[in-house]
């Protein structure tokens, strides 16, 4: 081959060369970017935080900035690892915030976004036990040990052991709380828990104790007005309906002889809605009613926690109602009772009224779970005049024996501080009083935790040259029957 040729030969391989054999782009001169990190995770203990995450396309190590606010510049922790988890130990509560978190990987100097800051708070230790160091009335004093992580604390009472009754929940900074605002003479459980912002620990072991009463007084009258004029008919005699005139007329009159006595509660029975005896009664609040039963009491003295009513014998539809009474200022919690029982004589009717005597009691046993004191007021259509005398000498009066064998007594019987006593609590709208001392109306107490002060039976009166006798017209074919009590005592 010529020279010339040869040259030309080579000078075209070596342009050929040059062209296919490109040189190194950029991307191939350096790593790539990592991929951003995804699917991250956290757990927490008391004192650790766990975080864990995927590893991204071409992620070859990581950062783990771990801070206490998200706005912080500062990391109180920051981690560099080729590994995809990461726990920081001996943490301790950032006052309910705790820790903000986030993640960042790297391929030599390259590195992907952060993820975005997330929240991981501590977890808070099972509540302590608690225990009562002081309280009486309305009020218990509880202490309690710390419970890891928590920042602040919840202390919770409630009237039952399943915390579903009477419940109350208050929160301190310290273990240690004064709960206000109880009912005195009930029965208290409590536990405790540890609190981190939004993160609530488990409720420590429950204390039971029962908050010591204040004895308070309380005056009692029960009173069956024959309201709506259920006493007159046309078969009542002219000269009882011209003593006993119609409600209207009475309604005044009532209203002041049994306000005359000031009472703090009365239990009406024969009181139907229309009777409106409320209206007569200023300060006075209507509480429970059934069928002609009402419960009134002061409204600056007491407060209805509950109430209600329950058949004592479907057969001939006898009820009873019932409040449960807080006196305002102590915090002393008690059930008032208001009953009517079946009415005339014979042992027939007192068979009747034992049994109607029994429901009510083991009725209202069942309302009163705590032992509070309970005033049983009403008509209860029964005295020692009742039943057959040659069988029962003296009366069968069944709603006083079955009383009795529940350590229940009438209020009469615990007082020497009487007036009136020897009237029939009955007038049957006669003028003359009749004297027996026979009480159809009463109220009964328990023989402990009841202490009875005075028995009163208010009526009004004038005087003549027969002797003493009922004003007339009369405000009702009852009179009252009130008594001073002091209640919740030792």
């Known amino acids: 081959m010529p020279s010339s040729l040869l040259r030309r030969a080579l000078v075209t391989l070596a342009l050929t060369s040059t062209v296919l054999v490109a040189p190194a782009t950029a991307a191939e001169a350096a790593p790539a970017k990592p991929a951003k990190v995804t699917k991250v995770s956290a757990?927490?203990?008391?004192?650790?935080?766990?975080?864990?995450?995927?590893?991204?396309?071409?992620?070859?190590?990581?950062?783990?900035?771990v801070k206490t606010a998200p706005k912080s510049k500062r990391c109180v922790r920051n981690v560099r690892t080729r590994k995809t988890s990461v726990t920081f130990r001996k943490l301790k509560p950032n006052s309910g915030h705790d820790f903000y978190y986030r993640v960042r990987s790297y391929r030599g100097k390259k590195y992907s976004a952060a993820t975005n800051w997330k929240r991981a708070n501590l977890r808070v230790g099972k509540g302590t036990a608690n225990s009562v160091v002081g309280g009486s009335g309305d009020r218990l004093a509880y202490r309690w040990s710390r419970s890891t992580s928590a920042t602040t604390y919840q202390l919770q009472l409630a009237t039952d052991r399943r915390f579903t009754t009477g419940v109350h929940t208050v929160g301190r900074k310290n273990p240690a709380a004064t709960v206000t605002g109880l009912n005195g003479g009930m029965t208290y459980y409590a536990r405790a828990r540890g609190v981190n912002g939004t993160v609530k620990g488990a409720w420590g072991p429950v204390s039971k104790t029962r908050l010591a009463p204040k004895p308070v007084r309380a005056t009692v009258a029960t009173y069956n007005l024959c309201g709506e004029d259920k006493c007159r008919s046309a078969d009542s005699p002219a000269w009882f309906l011209r003593y006993v005139p119609k409600w209207s007329v009475r309604k005044p009159l009532a209203a002041a002889v049994v306000r005359s006595a000031d009472p703090d509660i009365i239990v009406t029975q024969e009181s139907a809605t229309k009777t409106a005896f409320h209206t007569a009664l200023p300060g006075f609040t209507r509480g429970a009613y059934k069928s002609a039963k009402t419960i009134y009491f002061r409204s600056s003295r007491f407060s209805a926690l509950d109430g209600g009513w329950m058949t004592l014998d479907s057969e001939t539809k006898r009820y009873a109602t019932w409040n449960l009474l807080r006196d305002r200022?102590?915090?002393?919690?008690?059930?008032?009772?208001d009953a009517h029982l079946e009415p005339q004589k014979g042992k027939a009717r007192d068979d009747r009224r034992r049994k109607q005597t029994a429901r009510l009691i083991s009725r209202i046993s069942a309302l009163n779970p705590h032992g509070l004191p309970v005033v049983w007021g009403g008509d209860w259509n029964s005295n020692a005049s009742n039943a057959n005398q040659s069988n029962y000498p003296g009366g069968y009066d069944a709603p006083r024996r079955e009383f009795?064998?529940?350590?229940?007594?009438?209020?009469?019987?615990?007082?020497?501080?009487?007036i009136n006593a020897?009237?029939?609590?009955?007038?049957?709208?006669?003028?003359?009083?009749?004297?027996?001392?026979?009480?159809?109306?009463?109220?009964?107490?328990?023989?402990?935790?009841?202490?009875?002060?005075?028995?009163?039976?208010?009526?009004?009166?004038?005087?003549?040259?027969?002797?003493?006798?009922?004003?007339?017209?009369?405000?009702?074919?009852?009179?009252?029957?009130?008594?001073k009590l002091v209640l919740a005592t030792p």
């Not at 009795?404 to 009487?418: M, Q, S, Y």
Request: net charge positive.
């Open 43 to 65: 757990k927490t203990t008391t004192t650790t935080l766990t975080i864990r995450w995927k590893r991204p396309k071409r992620a070859k190590s990581f950062s783990v900035c």
């Open 329 to 337: 200022q102590a915090g002393t919690a008690f059930i008032v009772v």
């Open 404 to 418: 009795e064998r529940h350590g229940v007594v009438d209020a009469l019987t615990l007082t020497t501080n009487t």
């Open 422 to 483: 020897e009237l029939n609590s009955a007038n049957a709208g006669v003028p003359t009083p009749k004297a027996n001392g026979h009480h159809v109306d009463g109220i009964y107490v328990p023989l402990k935790g009841v202490q009875v002060e005075s028995w009163l039976m208010p009526a009004n009166f004038v005087e003549t040259p027969e002797g003493r006798q009922y004003a007339t017209p009369f405000p009702s074919d009852h009179n009252p029957v009130v008594t």
